[in-house]
């Protein structure tokens, strides 16, 4: 017996050597494989995996369901369920039933979200009208979580130093465009927002008061419009009114804006709410053809 383990031990030995031998010679020739794969291999990872379901979503298909989506993007719908899991995660999907829709934050990757929209295209004519007619920019934005977004705008060269253009993100609270969408929210939401949201002064005019910003809030709601003068940046007077869908749920909100040196904000409301309302009626009419914007508008 004493003198068959130590042969027995040996052989062992020699076995798991030989299996150990195998397996690094194995995972050395996966790996000379990967070094070896044409570069085009290396970048199909979870990355363009994700790019693809994006692309997948058209102006003609803004709202897709999973399988729709699997099969524009060439994937498998398992594949494509985690890519969908990861994007809404992160705030670029969100799903309604069956159907998944983009996030207005998708334009900080790009103008996919505007494709599958077409706002920009819808609106510019009107934007183009409200710029000529008064002299000063428009622009128009939808609300995403805590900020506004601009989709559209048309701008025109004033004594403005604020900078913003397509994709451009600005707090809700001190802005006549996030106050108009704010009072589209439901109490939920709206309770949700102010529960979140971080209220700074960025000018010594700008309302930073919870109970304050309710009340004008309430008030915008009740008026139909809201106008805010050296809240956002000093020099930015701004009037702003709710664009709505066929259900008359607010989901854009439509602005004219300009300097406080060139115009009141009193003058300014007297002067361009008309004009604003009779605008954003038609534009609401335009993005009735968005079926998108607003499922997007309500989560």
Request: aromatic content about 6%.
């Amino acid at each position: 017996m004493r003198t068959c383990l130590p042969r027995y031990d040996a052989v062992s030995r020699t076995r798991r050597d030989r299996s150990s031998l195998f397996r690094i010679a194995k995972q050395n020739w996966a790996m000379k494989r990967r070094n070896d794969a044409p570069p085009r291999r290396e970048a199909m990872g979870g990355l363009a995996k994700g790019l693809n379901v994006i692309r997948a979503f058209t102006r003609e298909s803004p709202a897709l369901t999973l399988s729709e989506i699997a099969h524009h993007a060439g994937l498998p719908a398992a594949t494509a369920r985690r890519c969908l899991l990861t994007l809404a995660v992160s705030g670029y999907v969100m799903q309604s039933g069956r159907n998944f829709l983009l996030r207005p934050k998708v334009l900080e990757l790009g103008a996919a979200y505007l494709e599958s929209m077409n706002i920009e295209t819808l609106t510019k004519t009107y934007l183009e009208d409200l710029a000529r007619q008064t002299g000063d920019s428009a622009a128009l934005t939808v609300m995403d979580g805590l900020e506004i977004v601009y989709v559209a705008r048309t701008s025109v060269r004033t004594l403005m130093r604020l900078e913003a253009h397509v994709g451009s993100r600005f707090p809700a609270y001190p802005t006549s465009m996030g106050r108009v969408l704010l009072a589209g929210l439901s109490p939920e939401r709206l309770q949700k927002y102010f529960d979140e949201a971080q209220f700074t002064a960025l000018t010594e005019r700008t309302v930073t008061d919870p109970l304050k910003l309710r009340k004008l809030i309430e008030e915008c709601r009740r008026a139909g419009y809201s106008a805010v003068e050296d809240e956002l940046a000093y020099g930015v007077v701004a009037v702003a009114v709710p664009v709505y869908d066929a259900s008359r749920r607010v989901v854009a909100a439509l602005n004219s804006s300009s300097h406080s040196k060139k115009i009141t904000k009193t003058k300014l409301v007297r002067e361009r709410l008309t004009l604003l309302q009779e605008l954003s009626a038609q534009i609401s009419s335009e993005l009735d053809r968005v079926p998108g914007l607003s499922l997007s508008a309500q989560t």
